[in-house]
């Protein structure tokens, strides 16, 4: 009944769902319909996920599907983002695609910035955005942009026009787009009728007149009223979900003239309650344009925070919220009583989510009002991330001054996030009335709002001194505000200085139970009232092993015991995904509750280790620190969620014969994927991946739990099972990044050289192995030369869902620490970063602490070239005299290098195979180990291809990767894919070429196809397989001795940004990366790794936090609270580059791994930050070293920014209070 996703997937399968909760924007479409009240065609995007079906009622949807094809011609939209690499796995695609087309069929010639504000509500894991932006560039007018976007620029010029050339791009013809429906326009004149349409347990009513809307209204008082679905929708499809509620009536009064007006009165702008946002939009913007401007200053507000209210899919469905316009405007309910009119004062909410609305009332209308003269008014918010997110904490502020004085006649202060709704300082306001706007007044609002917006130290939503402290600080900017515009009103202008595709013929869907602790009993017999029910799954329908893990030490069905939230007790197979929701809901399970472990702390105390506990020691320890100064610390770095916009899925074929079955995938491991759960040996289950929408590690080993689930189910019932997990539940199940916490010691000399370093590493590993024992000890040097080195891993075992490999794993977190310490005895020392870095770097020929010898050792290159690009020295200057400059913004700056070991360091894994048929025309189909997830493997093997046979790529072709033809295969991971499998392809290609030689030789100047005819007539086998693996890997923690890499990557970037002091906000002002990747095999790949890694590094220590109850339940299951970097977050100044002449002797045509390394130059920007709070703090008179965990969140940094506003909010004495979250 309600989203239009479930419509479109029965054959347009163009539209993906990504999260289902309006956050991603995988899901866009464009909606067109006929405006009887603007009377033309309105074209807009809307995301598939939230619009019901039953609003499409007179309206045209266009789906990617509509615009362009690869069969017939592809819309210069479609081919731009292609043919300028702007998709990777391709997931996102489809919606970005849409929001661009839209656009394009509104504005054909749009400017930068309409192009960077269409992607405000669309997210992209794989690209780092850069080279969308740069793809769509080519449609602007003025190149005017926000983003100034370049790679490899000034390196290497001509790798930049290589990358793509756009005079080859079809041009845009807006005169050849498909015309409005006709049968739709025809519509125009009829009289509208009301529309009811029935589903199985939920009716619509659209209704047309406003008599209509209140009759029924009062007729069903409960009845939801649904416009955008933008609200309804996403709580819908949370409490569908967790609480199976249902809304069995909805209204919509989208249609209605009265609910669409927009009025220009004596007092302000009154909009229909129908008015979405972007029509809101429009008119204030037009309102601000013509009238003076002191009448604007609410409008201009509303603008300022209309502009970072959701993305345009939202705004361009959803109307005016109360919580937005905080401002008191007044809004007209009406009923079959009458109309009458509210102020949106304290009185208008009556408790969280209710209003003095009544129940049998409807919203008419909603007035915002112009400002007088002498009045200010100024909206603030604070939010995870700056473009598409829900506040933390937002306040509208009003200040009416007396007649030509600063002395106060009326200010209104309200706050969002303080409270369960919306307040107002009361207390405050009445105490400032009658003041004189000056230094005082700030003073004494600060102490009286430090009091009055209090919070408990449990509040939900955690940050509580962050939120109190952003109350005062919003103040003080408003103070600020005001106070300029005061004395320009009374003196002129003045400045104030310091201030700052699966199938679709398969039937049966599943659904995953999704269960917290331990229980005793399960009853799924009520679920069997479930319509299109089928059966219910668990531990004793598993034909063959329960156990899986890398460690044997997990159960895919939990048996008694349930670990973590998210181990699966049973699933329900029904005949849609909808009913097999209800059904699993509807499953009684008994639970006896046990005391968990959650965190790395409560996993110290009770010494819950998964074994081994490795060690690395060097040198000796405790002689380095007799001779040296030394700090000690340490460091916490959250944990990450992979994202990938895709989610886990599985589709399961049984073929009916010898217990053969075929499984299609999203996996990154088609080896682990041979399910044994089944009983039958693996020569009956072929795994065929085709691609993934993204991976990075999260489906290298997780994945298996759910195929394992789907794989039993189709086996019970004989028929084909399919599931794709929904976002929450992904996220819940499948585990993430590991948190680490790591504690250091380390030794340096004056000069800031490092002699010695003692450090523990605690990672969350969650209930299982899995592959918790990484890499980090042996990147805990990140690129220096520690000559005493005693080191230890710890991975704690807790009743979390088992952490696993994400990009880097284990590498970044080890980098971390180091950068960590060495940002501090940077500052012991007084000496500048950069400096201490450099000279502890290591040189071609040293050892690292893992006793390998490093050659072609680049990263000194890559060191220089990035400080002479960045202009690192004059731009440090430059920095240093901006903080002089200003109190309340800060710029900060850093330059980290990365050095990162290439190879699994289990050595079997570092094998591979291909499999190259060539038929008799010539052409070839190639198959080797590695799976496509977006990282452009398959371009990589199939260029490797093309240059081991001589032959251009189009004669070759990659249908899949699937284990019954290449057997065996290791994980598409740990970097080296390219490296392996490449050369496994060159090796069945040079057996080929063998075979081939004789009759090259014979006829040397024939064409290929001469050739393989020729071969094929002599009987000579033109399939090969080929074989790599690679040479003498291998290292022994216990000895210190062997090699866990076959060589390294190297890369330096250089990241300037800028702190709002106030707020913790942050911009990401400039980036500058070199980066080695060898001889580079596809440049444009390369590079779209690099900003890929990057831009996912960006989330991981900046923004991305999750959040877990104390008793280990996971908060943060969606986009909507959790964050990933979007459009607006990439460095507006992205500059990268790949250093030349660097052959590598080691890998495939002399290239080098590239999709991880990268990753931890992020820690860059995380740094800048650092370096910019350090300013801040000296500011206010505290020079020491001081802790920053990651994510450098705006919690973070605002507590950080130690002054007279977060004096007067301190925190709660730890262990007197239950937190509402806890840090795991
Ligand atoms: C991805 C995403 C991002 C978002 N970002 C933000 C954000 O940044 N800031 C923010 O404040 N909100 C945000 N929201 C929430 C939501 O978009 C807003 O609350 C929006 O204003 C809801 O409008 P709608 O038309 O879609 O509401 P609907 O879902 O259609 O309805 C919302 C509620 O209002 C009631 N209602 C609607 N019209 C009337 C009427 N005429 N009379 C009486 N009751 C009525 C409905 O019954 C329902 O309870 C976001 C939502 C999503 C999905
Ligand atoms: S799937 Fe619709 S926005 Fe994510
Ligand atoms: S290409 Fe954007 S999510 Fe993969």
């Keep these: 009944m309600f989203s239009l996703i479930p419509v479109l997937s029965v054959g347009l399968c163009g539209t993906k769902l990504g999260c289902g909760e309006g956050g991603c924007g995988a899901c866009t479409v464009m909606i067109s319909k006929y405006d009887p009240f603007q009377k033309k065609i309105l074209h807009h995007t809307a995301n598939a996920c939230l619009f019901p079906i039953c609003a499409l009622h007179h309206v045209a949807v266009t789906t990617v599907e509509g615009i362009g094809n690869t069969k017939s011609r592809l819309h210069p939209a479609q081919e731009r983002i292609a043919k300028s690499h702007g998709s990777q796995c391709g997931f996102c695609t489809p919606g970005i695609v849409m929001s661009m087309y839209t656009l394009l069929r509104n504005k054909p010639k749009p400017k930068m910035e309409d192009i960077e504000d269409a992607f405000q509500g669309n997210l992209c894991r794989c690209t ?4 969308i932006l740069e793809g769509y560039r080519t449609f602007a007018v003025v190149s005017g942009f926000r983003q100034c ?6 390196l290497s010029p001509l790798l930049l026009l290589h990358l793509f050339d756009s005079s080859k791009f079809q041009p845009l013809d807006p005169t050849q787009e498909p015309i409005f429906p006709p049968e739709l326009m025809t519509q125009r004149n009829k009289e509208q009728k009301q529309v009811c349409f029935k589903g199985e347990r939920v009716m619509w009513i659209q209704p047309t007149t406003l008599q209509e809307l209140v009759a029924l209204k009062s007729q069903y008082p409960n009845a939801k009223l649904v416009v955008g679905n933008t609200e309804v929708g996403k709580e819908k499809s949370i409490e569908m979900r967790l609480k199976n509620m249902l809304y069995p009536v909805i209204l919509a009064p989208a249609w209605i003239p009265e609910m669409n007006a927009v009025q220009h009165t004596e007092t302000g702008v009154t909009f229909g309650a129908a008015c979405t946002l972007s029509s809101v939009e429009e008119v204030l913007r037009k309102a601000v344009a013509e009238l003076p401007s002191y009448k604007t200053e609410i409008f201009q507000a509303a603008l300022e925070q209309l502009r970072w209210f959701a993305g345009p899919q939202i705004r361009n469905v959803a109307v ?20 009458r009119t509210v102020t949106m004062d304290e009185k208008f909410f009556t408790g969280y989510r209710k209003t003095i609305v009544k129940p049998e009332e409807v919203l008419l209308s909603v007035e915002i009002p112009y400002s007088k003269e002498g009045e200010y008014f100024s909206a603030f918010k604070q939010a995870y991330r700056r473009e598409d997110d829900i506040a933390i904490v937002t306040c509208g502020m009003r200040v009416l001054f007396q007649h030509g004085t600063s002395r106060v006649q009326e200010v209104k202060l309200s706050y969002g996030g303080m409270a369960p709704t919306t307040i107002l300082a009361l207390k405050t306001c009445q105490e400032l009335t009658g003041r004189d706007w000056n230094e005082k007044l700030l003073q004494d609002a600060c102490r009286l709002l430090a009091g009055e917006m209090d919070l408990s130290p449990s509040a939900p939503g955690g940050m509580v001194e962050f939120r109190r402290t952003l109350t005062l600080s919003f103040f003080f900017k408003f103070y600020l505000t005001v106070l300029q515009k005061l004395s320009k009103h009374q003196n002129g202008p003045v400045s104030v200085a310091r201030e700052g595709s699966w199938g679709k013929s398969e039937l049966y869907i599943i659904t995953l139970l999704l269960l917290l602790s331990f229980y005793s009993s399960v009853d799924a017999s009520e679920a069997q009232s479930v319509p299109g029910f089928v059966c219910f799954v668990s531990a004793k329908d598993v034909p063959g092993s329960n156990i899986t893990g890398i460690a044997n030490d997990e159960t895919v069905f939990a048996e008694d015991v349930v670990t973590c939230v998210g181990h699966i007790i049973g699933a329900v197979i029904a005949d849609t995904q909808e009913h097999s929701r209800r059904a699993a809901k509807a499953v009684k399970i008994k639970y006896e509750e046990l005391k968990p472990i959650v965190t790395i702390q409560e996993a110290i105390e009770k010494q819950s280790f998964i074994k081994p506990i490795k060690r690395i020691k060097k040198g000796d ?18 944990g990450q969620e992979h994202f990938y916009l895709e989610t886990h899925c599985t589709l399961a074929v049984p073929k009916g014969e010898d217990g053969e079955m075929e499984l299609f995938v999203s996996t990154q491991n088609l080896m682990k994927t041979q399910v044994g759960s089944l009983g039958v040996p693996s020569n ?8 993934m929408g993204g991976g990075f ?23 084909p099972v399919r599931c794709m997990l929904d976002r929450d539940e992904d996220m819940l199940i499948s585990g993430g990044r590991h948190p680490f916490l790591g504690r250091y010691k380390v030794g340096f000399m004056k000069n800031g050289k490092v002699k010695s370093l003692e450090v523990s590493y605690y990672s969350n590993g969650g209930n299982s192995a899995d592959l918790s024992h990484g890499v980090t000890l042996l990147h805990l040097d990140n690129s220096y030369n520690i000559p005493n080195v005693s080191s230890m891993g710890f991975v704690c075992k807790t009743n979390l869902s088992s952490n696993t490999a994400f990009r880097g794993f284990g590498g970044p977190q080890g980098m971390m620490i180091a950068e960590c310490w060495m940002s501090d005895l940077a500052r012991k020392c007084g000496l500048p970063p950069e400096e201490v870095r450099k000279i502890n770097l290591y040189h071609e020929g040293d050892l690292t602490h893992f006793n390998q010898k490093l050659e072609g050792f680049t990263l000194r290159r890559c060191w220089d070239e990035c400080l002479s690009s960045s202009n690192y020295h004059a731009r440090k200057k430059l920095i240093e005299e901006f903080n002089k400059q200003n109190r309340w913004k800060k710029r900060g700056m850093c330059i980290i290098p990365t050095k990162f070991g290439i190879s699994f360091t289990v050595p079997f894994l570092n094998q591979a195979g291909a499999l190259v048929h060539v038929y008799t025309d010539g052409s070839v189909l190639l198959t080797h180990g590695g799976t496509e997830m977006g990282q452009g493997l398959h371009t990589k093997m199939i260029q490797v291809a093309s240059r081991s046979l001589g032959i251009p790529t189009s004669k070759i072709y990659i249908s899949e990767t699937s284990t019954n033809t290449v057997p065996n295969t290791s994980p598409t991971a740990a970097s080296v894919s390219a490296d392996i499998n490449g050369m496994a392809v060159h090796n069945a290609c040079q057996t080929i070429l063998k075979r081939l030689e004789p009759i090259k030789q014979s006829n040397p100047k024939g064409s290929w196809e001469d050739w393989i005819k020729t071969a094929y007539e002599n009987c000579i086998s033109l399939s090969a397989t080929g074989f790599y693996r690679i040479p003498d890997v291998g290292y022994n923690f216990e000895t210190n001795e062997g090699k866990p890499f076959h060589y390294f990557s190297y890369g330096v970037a250089c990241s300037e940004v800028e702190i709002d002091c106030l707020t913790g906000d942050h911009k990401n002002v400039r980036t500058d990366v070199v980066m080695d990747v060898g001889t580079s095999l596809n440049p444009a790949i390369d590079i779209g790794q690099i900003e890929g890694a990057f831009v996912q590094g960006i989330g991981l220590f900046t923004m991305e936090e999750l959040r877990y109850s104390p008793e280990g339940n996971l908060y943060t299951r969606g986009p909507g609270m959790y964050k990933i970097p979007a459009f607006g977050d990439i460095p507006t100044e992205f500059y990268v580059s790949l250093l030349r002449d660097c052959p590598n002797s080691k890998a495939i045509y002399s290239s080098k791994a590239v999709g991880e390394p990268p990753l931890f130059l992020s820690a860059s920007v995380f740094y800048a930050i650092k370096d910019a709070i350090y300013s801040a703090r000296e500011d206010s008179g505290v020079t020491e070293p001081f802790r920053l965990d990651s994510p450098a969140t705006p919690e973070r940094i605002r507590n950080a920014c130690v002054d007279t506003f977060t004096k007067m909010c301190p925190s709660a004495e730890p262990g007197t209070f ?5 840090r795991v």
Excluded: Q
């Design 1218 to 1222: 239950k937190p509402w979250s806890v």
């Design 621 to 638: 320890v405790k002689k380095g620190f007799e001779e040296s100064d030394h700090v000690l610390e340490e460091m916490y770095i959250g």
């Design 320 to 339: 005016s919220d109360s919580g937005m316009l905080a401002h008191s405007p007044l809004i007209s309910p009406c009923s079959t009583e009458g109309k």
């Design 128 to 131: 780092g955005y850069r080279p």
């Design 697 to 719: 590690g999260g489906k290298e080993t997780r994945n298996t739990i759910l195929t394992t689930v789907v794989a039993v189910a189709a086996f019970k019932i004989g028929r």
């Design 149 to 154: 976007l370049k790679h490899s620029g000034r």
């Design 684 to 691: 009956r289950i072929v795994v065929r991946v085709k691609r």
